[in-house]
């Protein structure tokens, strides 16, 4: 479901465009411009670079090239490539950080841990 | 031409504002403010006061519309809410209720 | 010594010299200033001044300190580098990590809090490969800059078990109940903290007086006065560590197989207590 071409009707925040206040929708959404209020989707996120969203964002999947401030939450994949920028909490099954990205914040996989070291650390 | 996209299933509670074209299929809730055009698809929904140089209703909306250039309202648009534009097109079809005021173009 | 090899034979093409093979353990702390390669069990701290890389079967349960860390295994600990941590897609991780570079490859798995791009030179401290920084159950190191504390309680066995099967119940059998209270499901972990080096003085401070080691509670005390010049203790310990790699669970040196006055088992020793 992470397939682009799911909707053919393609969203997009433009780049000289801001959004305040919540958005919630069921296809993949690109935001090139400003999104201030939480992003609730049943798709997949695209955060280019430039792309700035503040805010709290629950998705199926995103890729992070731009900068957000906020908890990301990912029912499959969260990407952050080279050049983005995050502070915030991320939670997916997967996460990955590329070389060159910048985050700062927590990190929650299902780390799947051999018994014995589980309760290594009370986490 | 319109940069920015509301896909059809997307909702937006709040404001969007920008100085590029906007084009809505979904729902946005609040308030448009743009110094480009907007246009309201069919299917689109647009429950706020729409400021901008141009808009183009397809759609629904429901809220006032401070057009500086033109307001279009196309066939099949249902538009509630008062108009301000210097040029006003209602179209056969459109469904309209409200007042319109073409005074100085505001 | 087996256990501790030093694979001096350069066809082995990798820079890494030294290596804890697969099917053994070591307790306690590994401080180094060369290559390290864990492929075995390691419970404590390790400290290096050059690159950890935990091979995919290692483990390591404690702190890690060094300048460049790679894991393709498991830690369990919080690491601090100076200069970069990759996690490979098979590396399994629970612990903060702290490096001015950070990248988390498809498929690994991390659960703690990420710091990146704090320079050095903002911790001077921690600019000397290896420095002696508390992290986790690290302790100022009273053979040599605090001679003066309580004597040592008389040296133990070597802690080097070579048998695989005992791992398991090893790793249970030390380990003693997690006195702490379980926070609970972090998701994702929300604590907002100053610094991990904040976090990690405080752990310091918050040990001091646990009933870990006779001698302990002095040097857990002395921990925090020795933060601050650790360059001239770090100075001392060079001397004595000849060579590259020295474990200092009181055993086990590979330079001079020398065996060093131990200090008790901890069951607790590596252990990572919860914050909060």
Known sequence: MVAPAMNPSHCLIGLRMTVRGALVGEEDLVVEGRVEGNITLSGHLLIAEGGVVESDVEVESADI????????????????????????????PRIVIEDGAHFKGGVDMDVDLPEGLQRARGR | ????????????????????????????????????????AQGGVVEATIAARVVTVHGVVAGDIHASERADLRPESQVIGDIRSPRVLIADGAIFKGSVDMGNGG | MAAIQRQANPKHGDAIATVISEGTQVVGRVDGREDLRI???????????????????????????VREL????????????????????????????????????????????????????????EASGGGRQ????????????????APRAPARPVRVTRSAAARPSGILARRTPEPV????????????????RESI??????????????????EALEAEDHDLDHDGEQEALDLEVDDGIDVDDGTITTSNGKKQAARPRVPARGKHSVEG
């Open chain 3, 39 to 65: 492929q075995g069990y390691v419970e404590g701290t390790v400290n290096l001044s050059e690159t950890l890389v935990i091979d995919n079967g290692g483990v390591v349960v404690g702190g890690v300190r």
């Open chain 2, 1 to 40: 031409m319109a940069n920015t996209v509301i896909g059809s299933t997307i909702v937006i509670d709040g404001e969007i504002s920008g100085d590029e074209g906007l084009v809505v299929h979904g729902t946005v809730k609040g308030k448009i403010d743009l110094a480009e055009k907007i246009e309201v």
């Open chain 3, 181 to 196: 209270a379980e926070p609970g499901p972090r998701i994702p972990p929300q604590r907002a903290r100053p610094s991990v």
């Open chain 1, 65 to 92: 090239h731009g900068h957000v401030i906020g908890d990301v939450a990912a029912a499959v994949a969260i990407t952050i490539h080279p050049g983005a920028s995050v502070h915030g909490n991320l939670r997916a």
């Open chain 3, 134 to 149: 508390g992290m986790g159950r690290w302790r100022t190191s009273s053979r040599v800059a605090a001679p003066a504390v």
């Open chain 3, 201 to 218: 003085r405080e752990q310091i401070r918050e040990r001091a007086p646990a009933p870990v080691e006779v001698d302990d509670e002095a």
């Open chain 3, 70 to 125: 790679v894991v393709h295994g498991i830690l369990v600990g919080d690491a601090v580098a100076s200069g970069r941590i990759v996690l490979h897609p098979t590396a399994r991780v629970v612990g903060d990590l702290q490096a001015p570079r950070i990248v988390v490859q498809p498929g690994a798995a991390l659960r703690g809090q990420l710091s990146m791009g704090e320079t050095e030179s903002e911790n001077p401290q």
